[in-house]
């Protein structure tokens, strides 16, 4: 039994529960992932060397990208007119994680395994992670389209932004400079070199964030004239 709280596999039950008192498919959505994300740290944060005390290891659960999905999900559920934000930085999130995997061979610099790890379970919340909520968005989308009409604009792109540069200097740069963890495997090196040869994978990110505005903007419209 132990194994399976270790493995956070309460969260699959638990999901069904949260549903049931929240009619609310994203929401409990958010909260099981963030959960799921937050016990692997709890239980496995100690197999890694981050160059810092092991009991400040389980901060790297708000380090990555996909971490601040989980924050942008909530402040979407609370404040309803950051739908575009939500969705563009969901949708980064999403494409940027499965083309860099695919195109360029990105694997998990946190691979380290553990005899109890369920890897199966592990790599399915994984994928989760990275597509799950986008597609929650665009359904909630398709299902009231008045959620998000002209709102993929000027200012959803500058928020977007604003959210990746937030990301990249005060989270991510700041835990590389302490750690020397590249988070990501394509960002490996510490040389000026090997970190100038990693730039067009950051512009392709950033890059991202007009075609998610794009994207959103077209699937409102498309909703709006085509379902309704």
């Given at each position: ?70 924050l942008v999900s909530f402040v979407y559920y609370f404040n309803p007119a950051f739908f575009p934000v939500a969705f563009n ?37 994984c994928a989760l992670n990275h597509g799950f909520p986008l597609l929650l968005l665009i359904v909630k989308m398709s299902k009231d389209p008045d ?82």
């Amino acid at each position: 039994m132990y194994n399976y709280i270790r493995n956070g596999l309460y969260v699959i039950p638990l999901f069904p529960l949260l549903y049931y008192t929240s009619n609310d498919l994203f929401l409990s959505t958010c909260i099981c992932l963030k959960l799921f994300s937050g016990n692997f740290w709890y239980y496995y944060s100690h197999l890694y060397n981050y160059n810092i005390p092991r009991e400040y290891n389980v901060l790297k659960q708000f380090i990555r990208l996909t971490d601040t999905g989980h924050l942008v999900s909530f402040v979407y559920y609370f404040n309803p007119a950051f739908f575009p934000v939500a969705f563009n930085v969901h949708f980064i999130i999403s494409f940027a994680y499965w083309l860099t995997t695919l195109l360029f061979g990105m694997e998990d610099v946190d691979n380290a395994t553990d005899s109890s790890m369920i890897m199966p379970v592990q790599n399915t919340f994984c994928a989760l992670n990275h597509g799950f909520p986008l597609l929650l968005l665009i359904v909630k989308m398709s299902k009231d389209p008045d959620i998000c009409i002209n709102c993929f604009n000027e200012q959803s792109l500058y928020y977007t932004q604003l959210w990746l540069y937030s990301w990249l200097f005060f989270i991510y740069i700041p835990w590389r400079v302490i750690t020397k963890d590249p988070v990501y495997s394509i960002l490996e090196g510490h040389t000026f070199m090997k970190l100038f040869y990693k730039i067009p994978i950051v512009i392709l990110v950033f890059y991202l964030a007009t075609v998610a505005n794009y994207s959103g903007n077209y699937l409102s419209g498309f909703f709006e004239n085509f379902l309704y």
